[in-house]
Structures are given as C-alpha cells and as structure tokens.
C-alpha cells in the first residue's frame, strides 16, 4: 500500500506562485510514474502535469511555460512549481501514482492518490 501526502497549497495573488509538495512511502518511487490533477469546483478531474519514471515529463496545454513538475526519487517527493499564477487556477490539486512507471493524462492508469490541496488565486 502507497500513501500519497500533499502540502503547499494556499491563497496567492494573481501572477504569485506556489510550490507543491507530494511525499510517498513505498520502497521503489523511482520506478513510478507520478503526476498532478487538479478539480475545480462542479468541474471533473484534469490532468496537469506528469513525469515518467525516466524523467519524460508532459504538461497539459494550459500550464506549460508557467508549471514545472519535478521529482527528488531520494526524498521519495514530487514537486509541482507553479509560477505566473491565474484565478483560473484555482482548484484542488492531487497528487497521483502510477505503478507501471509511465505517465498519461487520463485519470484511470493510476493507482494511488493523495487527499488534496486547495490552491486559490485571487484577482
């Protein structure tokens, strides 16, 4: 069993950014694919961003220039740096595990997930 913990998540102004952390236990995170959703409110589940467990990282349209998604495989964390910040970013954002080791947006392929951090920008 894998635990998926987030943490910094908060309130930022438009054009602020914010870095999110998301801790795993497990003995071999390096060989997952790891990736960030995100749910708005009355909005379903949307991919965000991912990385491999090669370090091929994709992004989904509406963040690439501003998201960075990392991972440390000693620390057993990935990070989501989410810079240039919009109100329209404002979600609960999730931290997800995908044991195969590869990373694809649909929410299906993976298998862990973590409790949520609200992220909200003000205008």
């Known amino acids: 069993q894998v635990q998926l913990v987030e943490s910094g998540g908060g309130l930022v102004q438009a054009g602020g950014s914010l870095r999110l952390s998301c801790a795993a236990s497990?003995?071999?995170?390096?060989?997952?694919?790891m990736a960030w959703f995100r749910q708005a409110p009355e909005k379903e589940r949307a991919f965000v961003a991912g990385?491999?467990?090669?370090?091929?990282?994709i992004y989904a349209d509406s963040v690439k220039g501003r998201f960075t998604i990392s991972r440390d495989n000693s620390k057993k964390t990935v990070y989501l740096q989410m810079n240039s910040l919009k109100p329209e970013d404002t979600a609960v954002y999730y931290c997800?595990?995908?044991?195969?080791?590869?990373?694809?947006?649909?929410?299906?392929?993976?298998?862990?997930w973590g409790q949520g951090t609200q992220v909200t920008v003000s205008s």
């Open positions: 997800a595990l995908a044991q195969g080791g590869g990373v694809l947006v649909a929410p299906r392929v993976y298998d862990y």
């Open positions: 990385i491999s467990r090669s370090d091929t990282t």
């Open positions: 497990g003995r071999t995170f390096s060989s997952y694919g």
